[in-house]
């Protein structure tokens, strides 16, 4: 059968760690960030908001992309039954590892890719729990202060010096708790066709 080209694909997020994780399959794609409310719904579980969420971007980038393949994700995570932000500055990000010490922590990381050509729509939920180690608060500051850290749920980057902070991680994709779960996407973006890789390394449709 001959290859076809690539259909158009974007990554509807906004996220660098993201789109550095999206670089990894060597398919040319570019970035539209949708514009949504993220905001939890009353009485939303963590799993239904990541999933809600990572639809919407999807779907809101498709509406103005029309013959793409659009890549939604979020990320939402929860620690002793409530969802847990970006820090956004150092206090904020002490007390959400001092709270975390010792302690797990589950990482929603919800996965969409809408085919804008057919409607059709994949999504899925990649769980990730993860236990911090119980460590004093000098060491907790000594490693805000190296990787500032300030733009991530939880406070830690697991990709880089933050893997010090963590005890155990549990999953089946290493990637989701960076922030796109690659091993769900290879899955939906070969049900879409595209193959991986590509002639020249470059991707196409089967």
């Known amino acids: 059968m001959t290859a076809q080209p ?19 399959l060597r398919l040319p794609f570019t970035v539209d960030v949708p514009d949504i409310d993220e905001t939890p719904l009353a009485g939303e579980t963590p799993h239904d908001t990541s999933l809600r969420l990572a639809r919407r971007k999807a779907q809101a980038v498709a509406a103005r992309q029309p013959g793409a393949v659009i890549i939604g994700s979020d990320q939402v995570a929860t620690f002793e039954g409530r969802q847990i932000g970006k820090p956004g500055n150092f206090d904020n990000a002490m007390a959400q590892l001092r709270d975390m010490r010792g302690k797990v922590v589950e990482f929603h990381s919800a996965l969409c890719v809408h085919d804008a050509r057919t409607g059709e729509s994949q999504a899925t939920d990649v769980v990730t729990r993860v236990k911090f180690r119980n460590l004093p608060d000098d060491v907790l500051a000594a490693y805000l202060h190296a990787e500032t850290p300030y733009d991530c749920a939880g406070s830690a980057k697991s990709e880089g010096l933050g893997i010090m902070l963590l005890e155990t991680i549990e999953n089946n994709d ?21 193959c991986l890789p590509g002639p020249g390394g470059k991707g196409a449709t089967a």
Not at 174 to 194: E, Q, S, Y
């Open 174 to 194: 290493p990637t989701a708790l960076i922030g796109l779960p690659l091993i769900a996407l290879t899955t939906m973006l070969m049900r879409t066709g595209v």
């Open 6 to 24: 690539l259909p158009p694909l974007i990554l509807a997020s906004g996220s660098r760690y993201r789109r550095e994780l999206l670089e990894r």
